[in-house]
C-alpha cells in the first residue's frame, strides 16, 4: 500500500529532508497553484541542487515567489487564480 502525504507551502521548496518521504508538495503562486511529487523532482535535478551554495549548506533550496526553471517543468498548474 502506498501511502501519499501532502504539503501546501506559500513557496518552492525540494529537501534532502524531505526525499522518500513520498511527498506531493502544492506552491501557491502568483499565477496559481502547482502540484509536484517532492521525489521526482529531486531525482531529476539533484546533479543541478548539489551544485548550488544552499544545497551545500542547508541540503535545502527554496523560492519565495513562483517555481524556477527547470523545477517547473516537473509540476503542473491545477488551479489558475
Not at 524531505?18 to 546533479?47: E, Q, S, W
Amino acid at each position: 500500500m502506498i501511502i501519499l502525504m501532502s504539503i501546501v507551502k506559500d513557496y518552492f521548496v525540494l529537501s534532502e529532508s524531505r526525499y522518500g518521504k513520498n511527498l506531493i508538495m502544492f506552491c501557491k503562486t502568483l499565477d496559481g497553484v502547482y502540484a509536484y511529487n517532492h521525489d521526482r523532482v529531486y531525482d531529476a535535478h539533484i546533479k543541478h541542487l548539489k551544485t548550488l551554495d544552499c544545497w551545500g549548506k542547508y541540503k535545502r533550496y527554496t523560492k519565495t515567489f513562483g517555481i524556477p526553471h527547470p523545477f517547473c517543468l516537473d509540476c503542473t498548474l491545477i488551479s489558475k487564480t
